[in-house]
């Protein structure tokens, strides 16, 4: 797989704040409501993602408020495939990636993983789900 090549710096649209429970789709309405989400999650507006969405983004530090719009550097790339889709997540912050963060990444995405497999056979979709890890990626000067 070629590195992912991810703008820097990144603009993240704050999605589902920390804590937050209520994932939405593109048009505002209710997609799910889930367990707590321990990161704040968003997406890159202008960027298109393998899964034909726009790129999503964790954004590591405190609860930021849904709607915000801030700008942070990309730390790492986690893989995640969505219905049989490449759909990963660029996790950004302040400072470097540390290894605590890392794990509560790779945690956070297996139980997701079981979370989505299951809401997925309560939809009648059979696409693969599943969690690839660290993904190669590069930055490239955001226009």
Not at 18 to 47: E, H
């Amino acid at each position: 797989m070629p590195p992912l090549l991810v703008p820097s710096p990144l603009t993240v649209v704050i999605e589902v704040p920390r804590f937050g429970m209520v994932k939405r789709r593109g048009d505002a309405r209710i997609d799910f409501v889930a367990l707590p989400s321990p990161f704040n999650y968003g997406s890159v507006p202008g960027t298109l993602a393998p899964d034909g969405d726009p790129l999503d983004a964790i954004v590591l530090g405190p609860r930021l408020p849904k709607g915000c719009i801030v700008e942070r550097t990309p730390l790492a790339v986690f893989g995640f495939v969505d219905r049989g889709r490449l759909d990963p997540k660029v996790v950004c912050g302040h400072g470097p990636l540390r290894a605590r963060d890392r794990r509560a990444v790779e945690r956070f995405f297996r139980f997701y993983r079981g979370f989505k497999r299951g809401l997925q056979r309560v939809r009648g979709q059979s696409e693969p789900t599943e969690v690839l890890g660290w993904l190669p990626w590069s930055c490239r000067d955001a226009d």
